[in-house]
């Protein structure tokens, strides 16, 4: 899965929109009864963005990540204070080309790994021009 350098938009906190939070969980198996509680109001901004400063915006494309929940064309959510850890799913720069990938690594090296049968691991060796972009906390899709 490739991003592009014009998909990237960096976290601007101009606007906070605080919409109601309900207290009840709505039911994926079976419906439970209404409860019309309102808990408090949201704003996305605090629930989603740790690190205003140091976070930014980029659209996925492909399909190398679907197993982890990440669509052609979805937004994701980076982080670059960060640190990337075993199994993090990352936003990476591996020869000038931009890639999300999850970071593996043993006693042999580092790996990026896709989320798709479809796709072969990524052995990053010492040759390669490898930097991390940060680390994917969030991915947002429309259901639509």
């Not at 439970?32 to 659209?59: A, G, W, Y």
């Not at 390669?128 to 899709?141: E, K, L, M, S």
Request: proline share 6%.
């Amino acid at each position: 899965m490739q991003i592009t350098l014009d998909t990237i938009v960096a976290f601007e906190d101009r606007t906070a929109l605080p919409l109601p939070l309900y207290a009840s969980y709505v039911a994926a198996g079976f419906p439970s009864p209404c409860d019309d509680h309102l808990e408090k109001k949201l704003d996305l901004n605090e629930h989603l963005i740790q690190h205003p400063s140091s976070t930014f915006f980029v659209r996925a494309q492909g399909n190398s990540m679907v197993k982890a929940g990440i669509q052609d064309g979805d937004l994701l959510i980076v982080d670059r204070k960060l640190f990337p850890k075993e199994g993090s799913i990352i936003v990476a720069s591996l020869h000038g080309e931009l890639t999300v990938k999850r970071l593996r690594y043993d006693k042999e090296g580092i790996y990026l790994c896709p989320e798709n049968e479809a796709y072969a691991p990524i052995r990053v060796t010492d040759t390669d021009h490898f930097t991390v972009w940060g680390v994917v906390t969030n991915a947002i899709h429309s259901l639509l």
